[in-house]
């Protein structure tokens, strides 16, 4: 559904947007995370310290994991209306890290319309679910709902 405007999308509430093409989280991926954000647990950047652990090898950091939504996000067509002129982040109402991403995983972004509110004219709440999914593992990774004020 490319072209979307803004009133097309308030009737796909509660409906699933699209589904992201699957991405590999790969060590190179962790380790510039890490440096981005000074966070070197062992746990995500130390492959042999992180053998001895339950995970068997380096994770990827939950907030890593939840990043990846503003890159799938503008994968789906549909999700963000052909008529905004911006849109900003604004929260979320909630994060659940669930299932931990491991280094070498392929992982793939689910939207879901949750609710799309007009605040002042010309100004929309839009509120989605993002779950992040692991090719062959049935729990996912993280669910969030994530909340974006668009300008039209």
């Keep these: 559904m490319t072209g979307v405007?803004?009133?097309?999308?308030?009737?796909?509430?509660?409906?699933?947007i699209g589904v992201s093409d699957w991405l590999l989280v790969d060590q190179e991926m962790i380790d510039k995370f890490a440096d981005a954000t000074g966070d070197h647990q062992f746990i995500h950047v130390n492959p042999e310290m992180a053998k001895m652990t339950p995970f068997g090898g380096t994770i990827a950091h939950g907030f890593l994991t939840l990043s990846l939504m503003a890159r799938?996000?503008?994968?789906?067509?549909?999700?963000?209306?052909?008529?905004?002129?911006?849109?900003?982040n604004y929260g979320g109402n909630k994060v659940r890290f669930l299932t931990p991403v491991r280094s070498g995983s392929r992982v793939r972004g689910r939207f879901k319309l949750l609710e799309l509110e007009e605040k002042h004219p010309g100004q929309f709440q839009q509120t989605i679910e993002y779950t992040l999914e692991i090719e062959g593992v049935e729990k996912p990774a993280l669910v969030a709902e994530w909340i974006t004020q668009l300008f039209v």
């Design 5 to 16: 405007t803004i009133e097309q999308l308030k009737g796909r509430i509660g409906e699933e």
């Design 72 to 88: 799938f996000q503008l994968s789906i067509p549909g999700l963000a209306p052909s008529d905004i002129r911006m849109g900003l």
